[in-house]
């Protein structure tokens, strides 16, 4: 598959197999995986717990490496990290050694962007994120909300060609979860940057994506790739619309017989 | 009864801690004072002061006091500028501690006093020896104990330098270091402890100065009472240097209890 037209990343045949530990029979991870990402496009990957989505990501992202196939962004192969696939982490990966200003001034001052124009970044970033007044916390006096929206201002302060989220709002509880959805949506829909959100809760999966690809359990490949039309900007009460709950009942029955069966292999 | 793991309250902590040391003293008095033990055995909390007065006053006793000091802390920065700089390579790259652990871990078992004989048989009796003893007795341990600190670094946050675009340099200078500096002030800080053990022993063999030779000295006059008050005297500088330790890691690293 070549990358065509308007296609910002392509998961070419991506496979994943885990060695056995102690002799044990190797672990199939990810099966043949093919998806492509148009620019601009926000896709969710969703999937049970343990179905290797998270392990597609860390590939795309080159934190891991793929048993076969290949990742091309922008046509060129993905080898190894970069700075033009930001990441973020479920777990809170801010340095703690690092105030809120210098942590969304890491990459930037591993770019060498100079020290004027890297203030005028990050002050652009932490009103997105409406961290204002928090700029000099350290991440230890920040609650995990205000850790993720550092951390998604950090990725984005980078200007990256894609942006990765590996459930990170997964450790949140459900209203600041809500709040994140919609920080991040808008974001989006000012900016319009290409994203790859992983996630195992379907109303997330709908409410931010423009095509939701469902996952089936370990081995994980794609079963279905579910295009959502609701009409941007969307906002809270779309979660309670006819479209949405049609749309939700959809995934929910493609989605459980998967945990049915990923429930069974563990 | 207290429930386990239960905190005790700041005025009953410094109570206490401090009633555990005029018990200890007190006991001490009982024993000699009330004659129980022989006075030219161990002298009693009294004579150890009036010694130590004198000791002070009349033997110049605090140039020994700085002699020991500097030798100490001479021979332990010579321990931690190789050190740490090597504990952190081997902490970083594998190849690096496949190549030094095994005899770092070998020689870190070898008794610093035990190379007290030889090394004044290489370096004589002068300052250099005496630093040489403190700095083969830290050095292996720092090295070994920063590497392992390094070693365990969080991986997500050497991940995330990574997706940021830090180069492996960029990862060494500015994740691995700055995130085991606190865990590395605090090796430092518990080494420092034990170089005062191996600067004493240095001091009984071959020296004309510091609180090791005086101690000798007085062990042929039969002089418990400064004995006493020399190792008293250790033990108020190590908790001294402790406390300032503690001090300057609070001050360095605000992060760490924001």
Known sequence: MAAGLGEKLVIDGVSRVFSGVRGGAPTRAVEPVRLAVAENDFITILGPSGCGKSTLLRIVAGLDRPSA????????????????????????????????????????????????????????????????????????????????????????????????????????????????????????????????????????????????????????????????????????????????????????????????????AH | MPRPLEPVGQTAKVTLGISFFVLFVAAWAYATLGGYVSKTFLADPITMLKDGWELLTRFGFAYDIAMTIWRVVGGFILAAIVAVPLGILMGAYKPVEAFFEPFVSFARYLPASAFVPLLILWAGIGETQKLLVIFIGSVFQI????????????????????????????????????????????????????????????????SSSGIGHMIIES???LATGQIIFGIIVIGLIGLISDFLFKWLNQRLFPWRLA
């Open chain 1, 69 to 264: 196939g290949r990742v091309l962004l922008d046509g060129r192969p993905v080898t190894r990290p970069g700075p033009d696939r930001g990441m973020v982490f479920q777990s809170y990966t801010l340095f703690p050694w690092l105030t809120v200003t210098d942590n969304i001034a890491f990459g930037l001052r591993e770019k060498g962007v100079p020290a004027a124009q890297r203030r005028e970044i990050i002050a652009a970033y932490v009103e997105k994120v409406g961290l204002r007044g928090f700029e000099n916390h350290y991440p230890k006096q920040l609650s995990g909300g205000m850790q993720q929206r550092t951390a998604i201002a950090r990725a984005l302060a980078n200007d990256p060609e894609i942006l990765l989220l590996d459930e990170p709002f997964g450790a949140l509880d459900n209203q600041t979860r809500g709040l994140m959805q919609e920080l991040l949506l808008g974001i989006w829909e000012r900016e319009r940057k290409t994203v790859l959100f992983v996630t195992h809760d379907i109303e997330e999966a709908i409410f931010l994506a423009s095509r939701v690809v469902v996952m089936t359990a370990r081995p994980g490949r794609i079963k279905a790739e579910v295009p959502v039309d609701l009409p941007h900007p969307r906002d809270y009460r779309m979660k309670t619309s006819p479209q949405f709950s049609e749309l939700k009942a959809r995934l929910t029955e493609e989605i459980r017989a998967e945990a049915v069966l990923a429930a069974a």
């Open chain 2, 143 to 206: 090295v070994l104990m920063v590497a392992v600190a390094v070693g365990q670094t969080r991986r997500d946050l050497v991940e995330a330098a990574y997706t940021l675009g830090a180069s492996p340099q960029g990862v060494v200078r500015r994740v691995l270091v700055p995130a085991n500096a606190p865990e590395i002030a605090e090796t430092l800080r518990l080494v420092l402890g034990w170089a005062w053990t191996y600067v004493i022993v240095a001091e009984f063999i071959g």
């Open chain 2, 219 to 221: 062990q042929a006059l």
